[in-house]
């Protein structure tokens, strides 16, 4: 059975706000397509560029990139980001908002990210609009 996970308003490249069901975080990465692009696939070691905003689990956003005005790229595929980004974004159509929901061991491990203020049991959950790839 697929797990809760929370609903999002807004559409592609508007400020998200989800709302989180009573349900325990996923145990497992859980990637919904809220909407489907029309564009390239990204594949793994393109340069890709995004919107997105972090919250954890039930609790607050962390960071997000609509509040700053300006999209981030940076390598997919390879490493450079939390592995449940690598997981879930590849082979994503460009173009498309993704719902992603990374449990701690895909996402900073038992560590955390104390400057964030992200625990090490936090599970992350990220709206993720999918400007382009190269």
Known sequence: M???LP??????????VLSFPETPAPEDLQVQVLEQGSGE???????IEVHYLGQTWGGR????SY???SSISFPIGVGAVISGWDDSLVGQQIGSRVLVSIPPHLGYGHRGMPAAGIKGTDTLVFVVDIVGAR
Request: glycine residues 14%; proline residues 4%.
């Open 2 to 4: 697929a797990q809760s």
């Open 61 to 64: 956003i962390f960071d997000n």
């Open 41 to 47: 696939e990204v594949e793994a070691g393109q340069s």
């Open 7 to 16: 609903t999002v308003t807004g559409t592609f490249g508007e400020k998200p």
């Open 67 to 69: 509040d700053r005005g």
